[in-house]
């Protein structure tokens, strides 16, 4: 009995614990304190962007020694990794998405966020001209405003490759409205066939899917999808559900090249069992409103129909980005992305340090690429500004006869020291993909080598760590909810 009872004070103090933290982070977010205001005397920082690389930066930024200015045409973050569990309702919107302000409301100095697009960077007299892109329009609706330092993570863009019909007729999976759109274009595919008297032909054309793009948007896509068709579709929609057909169409040998053989292996025999056709080698020519046109391994071109097409073909550069490109012919000339040092200092860009998908390095366009680069300026930021004000010292010691030689030196050891800023550097934590079934893979460095793993206990660690990496409390709590929720209700068929 006295084991007992101790066993249920622990669990009881557990909770109120538990419940007292979640508490305490819940208000103390909710309550930011007074921020100082913005200081003449502080260099300004302007932040394009409020993606991965932007956000990391805006968590780490020292305020107390810049102005901080972010623009973003969204004023959110949107942590993407989950991003197709909302395109089939496994997920709700805005539970993956956290408001810029809830981090810039946090810093000690007041941090300047405006919704808007940027439309232009000026090198040359270190200025950003930004516009609203919004329905509401004020009194103002464009603005140029100057930088000390720019920091320009604006991202990328759908890579189309110019094929007609792509922008006209596809749906994409890159930023929010796309994902809502997917899903309620799904539903209407759906609705659609079932409409009385519908024609067998036309049956299969709306129920048939189409992925473009073996990568991991298009394979996390296409196991989304199927988890749909299995745990919902069938139950709501039984007549339909065996009609659904998925087709993943890739141009290469294989589908997600970057990871192991073993795990491509894994993926192609699950997406086997699931019923999920993979075409590779197969190359989409021209999409038509109802068909898409497809070159096989043999070259030969075949007209498919199709209900939904989701374009997840790669990135590409913005026109933003292109325009500051051609702004430095000489030294940016690669169509992939800006050129930038080993310090993400941008080429022939005074004071603009480039990050993330806009860039052309030799990382992938990731997301643990672009937040640890955010991280990394945030840090050199730093150093950068306690440098000028050693300096500052240093000046005015040498300046002042009352000066002793130990207090110049000291000064000049710490100069020293933070000057040595370090080239940034990568670590990879691993590449993780969803690819439905409750299953996940997962290339994982491990000792000094690599750890390939698939399966169920893959899955359950693809959910832990995406739920342990995001923003805040607030969307911890609504993800797990919402999984809880698709467990004991299913996924909601109604179409918006
Ligand atoms: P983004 O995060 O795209 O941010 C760009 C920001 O710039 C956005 O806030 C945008 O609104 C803003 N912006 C755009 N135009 C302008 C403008 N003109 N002016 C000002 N601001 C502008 N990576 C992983 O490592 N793991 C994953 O599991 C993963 N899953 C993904 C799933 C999906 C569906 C997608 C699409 C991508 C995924 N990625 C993943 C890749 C990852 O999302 C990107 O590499 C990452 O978002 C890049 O960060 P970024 O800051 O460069 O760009
Ligand atoms: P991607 O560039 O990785 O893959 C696009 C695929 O489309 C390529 O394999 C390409 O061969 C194929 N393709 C291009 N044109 C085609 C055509 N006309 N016909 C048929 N196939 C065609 O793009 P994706 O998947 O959007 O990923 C972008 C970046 O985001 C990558 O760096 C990726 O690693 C990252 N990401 C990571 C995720 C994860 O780690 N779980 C999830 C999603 C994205």
Redesign the pocket.
Known sequence: RSFLQTVGRVTLGAIVLSGGAFFYVTQRDRHPGQQAAHDASKKTVVVLGSGWAATSLLKKIDTDYYNVVVISPHNYFLF??LLPSVSVGTLEPRSIIQPTRYITRHKKRRVEVYEGEAKSVDVENKTVTFADNSDIKGAVSATTIPYDYLVYAVGAEN?T?G?PGVREHTCFLKELPDAEKLRTRLMDCVETAAFKGQEDAEIDRLMHIMV?????????FAGELHDFLVDDLQSWYPELANRLKISL????PN?L??FSKQLIQYTESTFKANKIDILTR????EVKEKTVV?QDENKQLKEIPYGMLVW????TSRQITRDLMAQLPDVQNQRRGLLVDEYLRLLGGDGVFALGDCTATSY????QVASQQGAYIARALEQMAKKEQLEETLHSLRASSNSKPEEIEAVVKQINKVSKIKPFHYSHQG????IGSEKAVADLPFFNGNLATGGMATFLFWRSAYISNLLSARNRFLVLNDWMKVKLFGRDVSRE
Do not use: C, D
């Open positions: 993407t990794p890579q490759f094929i473009v793009g073996g990568g991991p948007t298009g394979v996390e169409i890739e141009a290469l589908v090249p970057v197969t190359m989409v020519r497809v997840a073909a790669g990135n992938a366009p990731t997301a590449s993780l993909a969803y």
